[in-house]
């Protein structure tokens, strides 16, 4: 129940709790926010203070078994919004318990991990699907747009960067980015914005960064990181993405992110800068620290409608929205005997299944390797895809060996 829950599942729930959720393939039905599991339930008590009259009463399940206790309500579905190294084992016990489970990005950190919750999903009957909410971001969404339309033509190369304040890592997720890095936290935001769009069978990765800041120079919290991923298409040519990630910019920047990517296409170039997108405020004693110059509005804003009607929106919202729109259509959307039709259609988006995340999920683990190899004073290794040794296979310098990390085909 921290910075997502607050930005993106209250105010879709607040919101369903009142206008309910219709669609052509179900009939109006209600979405109640019934249990929250966290591990100390301050966070869920203050929000429960907070959120009087706009939502109905829900259980509040805190401790080393807060899911177990959250499960006892029986759910339909279930929210996974934790810290990534933590989302494995909520998502397996909500899966194996028989709920629809979305999963906050990425997904989960190994393949291993990610074989097992297709596998659990599949023996349950039930959907495993993963937020990447950028891909709603109207810009992104425009960039494949032009893409599928062949408008835009043979991606040659692309660069992203996102930077964020100082106080994100030394305030915001100071409790548990001890051990983990920027790039598994935002840059995995790219590589799906890469992976979906363009498509391609990923080859290698290839990663290093930057520590002292937020952690020992010689130890494992990185400060940022430089992550380059080489795709090949079925025209046998390849692309090189650059992702730089960082969450040690000063603080007194003037937006909550700085968001940039760039694309080179044979027939052309795509700028996309989110900061830059037009809105520049400043507010005498405020702006930039308890408030930032620059606002991304598409993202999840408050707004007071012109009918004096308050609500919170953007894409941030609509991709939690859509996600119970998917569950409602496999429940409710016809037939009990036809359910599992249903299920197979809504299984077959590979913008969220996890089905889908196989290619993010091996280049944040060879990330994640390769930064660990790093720290213990083995820079420079590589991984490989799809060779003779394995799926995902790991060189380092000096090694006669290289080490499998995953043996299936990715």
Not at 106 to 118: F, G, K, Y
Not at 119 to 133: D, F, G, R, S
Request: glycine share 8%; aromatic share 10%; charged share 25%.
């Amino acid at each position: 129940m921290g910075m997502i829950f607050d930005e993106t599942y209250r105010p879709f729930f607040e919101s369903v709790q009142t206008t309910g959720l219709t669609g052509q393939s179900f009939p109006t039905c209600d979405v109640t926010l019934s249990a929250v599991a966290t591990r100390t339930g301050k966070r869920a008590e203050a929000y429960r203070g907070r959120a009087s009259g706009r939502l109905a009463e829900f259980e509040s399940c805190a401790g080393a078994d807060s899911v177990q206790k959250m499960l006892q309500d029986k759910p339909d579905f279930v929210c996974v919004a934790t810290p990534d190294d933590r989302h494995f084992a909520a998502a397996k016990t909500a899966l194996e318990a028989g709920c629809h489970v979305i999963i906050e990005k990425p997904s989960v950190l190994t393949l291993d991990e990610l074989d097992q919750l297709q596998q659990i999903a599949t023996e349950k009957n039930v959907l495993a699907k993963v937020v990447y909410h950028k891909l709603l971001d109207p810009d992104h969404k425009k960039l494949r747009t032009l893409v599928v339309d062949g408008q835009l033509n043979h991606v040659n190369n692309g660069y992203c960067t996102l930077l964020e304040p100082k106080s994100i890592s030394g305030g915001q997720f100071a409790e548990w980015i001890k051990g983990r890095n920027p790039g598994t936290y935002v840059a995995v935001h790219y590589i799906k914005l890469i992976d979906f769009t363009f498509g391609g069978k990923l080859k290698s990765v290839t990663c290093t960064g930057q520590r002292g800041l937020v952690g020992p120079a010689d130890g494992p919290t990185w400060d940022s990181t430089q992550l380059r991923l080489i795709y090949e298409y079925e025209d046998q040519r390849e692309a090189a993405f650059d992702i730089h990630t960082s969450w040690v910019t000063p603080d007194n920047f003037p937006g909550y992110v700085e968001q940039e990517v760039q694309f080179r296409f044979d027939n052309g170039l795509w700028n996309g800068h989110s900061r830059k997108r037009g809105i520049e405020c400043t507010i005498e004693g405020e702006t930039p620290f308890t408030k930032k110059i620059s606002m991304n509005n598409h993202y999840n804003g408050e707004f007071l409608e012109p009918w004096n009607e308050r609500s919170q929106r953007g894409y941030g919202v609509e991709v939690i929205e859509r996600f119970a729109r998917e569950v409602a259509h496999v429940e409710l959307g016809g037939p009990v005997e036809e359910r599992g039709q249903r299920l197979k259609e809504i299984s077959a988006y590979d913008y969220n299944d996890l089905s889908a995340d196989r290619q993010v999920v091996a280049a944040v683990q060879a990330m994640e390797a390769i930064l660990e190899r790093h720290a213990a004073g083995t820079p420079d290794s590589v991984a490989y895809l799809n060779t003779d040794e394995g799926g995902l296979v790991l060189y380092s310098p000096g090694s006669v060996k290289p080490e499998i990390l995953y043996k299936g085909q990715v």
